[in-house]
């Protein structure tokens, strides 16, 4: 299992932009599917984003596509979410998931599937 440790959030105004970074540990860390979900208060988590091995391949959820952006740095054992044009609805907290196995989407949005989570870092984005 992967240690992995989120940091990058804060609070910023609607339309504004944050970088979360994910540092993980260990020296197979690019084995991992890497991903990033949130949850708000009351809801469940929410698949937002995945990266593969090499950083080639990507995966966004519909309402992040075209905001959001996530890469990796496997020599720095890094994974990277840049959150651009915020709305007040991604307000959330945010996790770095790890996992050794690839996916499927319809699984790859699953919290179950994923075997590895950070703490959790505080997205607030104002109106």
């Known amino acids: 299992q992967a240690q992995l440790v989120e940091s990058g959030g804060g609070l910023v105004q609607a339309g504004g932009s944050l970088r979360l970074s994910c540092a993980g540990s260990?020296?197979?860390?690019?084995?991992?599917?890497m991903g990033w979900f949130r949850q708000a208060p009351g809801r469940e988590r929410e698949f937002v984003a995945a990266?593969?091995?090499?950083?080639?391949?990507?995966f966004y959820a519909d309402s992040v596509k075209g905001r959001f952006t996530i890469s990796r740095d496997n020599d720095k054992d890094m994974v990277y979410l840049q959150m651009n044009s915020l709305h007040p609805e991604d307000t959330a907290v945010y996790y770095c998931?790890?996992?050794?196995?690839?996916?499927?989407?319809?699984?790859?949005?699953?919290?179950?599937?994923?075997?590895?989570w950070g703490q959790g870092t505080q997205v607030t984005v104002s109106s």
């Open positions: 260990g020296r197979t860390f690019r084995n991992y599917l």
């Open positions: 998931a790890a996992d050794l196995n690839w996916k499927i989407p319809a699984k790859m949005v699953v919290p179950t599937e994923w075997s590895s």
């Open positions: 990266i593969g091995w090499s950083g080639a391949s990507t």
